[in-house]
């Protein structure tokens, strides 16, 4: 049975970076590529970035620059996220490919890029 897991992902203030990982399980022949997309509230999932085995990986315009993906010789990839962006806060999932026939989709990991609610303070004398 095809599976793949997403690690990584959290919560993050404007200009950090998180890294997201993928692993693939269960795919009898070799997987020739694997892919992050990333679908905000209220919006349509889109590609981040992919990379295959046989050209060179590609990015969305909105992150390229920021973010970096890698796929060692087993079945697992990165995404290195850097200078992240309130739009960047997505749920981000990976998708990997055997061929034409053979494709799995994590569940996804969350990713929050806020300032965060603050804290009031109170200042008395």
């Known amino acids: 049975q095809l599976h793949v897991a997403e690690s990584g992902g959290g919560f993050v203030q404007p200009g950090g970076s998180l890294r997201l990982s993928c692993a693939a399980f269960?795919?009898?022949?070799?997987?020739?590529?694997m892919a992050w997309y990333r679908q905000a509230p209220g919006k349509e999932r889109e590609m981040v970035a992919r990379?295959?085995?046989?050209?060179?990986a590609v990015y969305a315009d909105s992150v390229k620059g920021r973010f970096h993906t890698s796929k060692d010789n087993t079945n697992t990839a990165d995404l290195f996220m850097n200078n992240l962006k309130p739009e960047d806060t997505a749920v981000y999932y990976c998708?990997?490919?055997?061929?034409?026939?053979?494709?799995?989709w994590g569940e996804g990991a969350k990713v929050t890029v806020s300032w965060g609610q603050g804290t009031q303070v109170t200042a008395s004398s």
């Open positions: 990379i295959s085995t046989t050209s060179p």
């Open positions: 998708n990997a490919r055997s061929g034409a026939l053979y494709s799995a």
């Open positions: 269960g795919f009898t022949f070799p997987i020739n590529s």
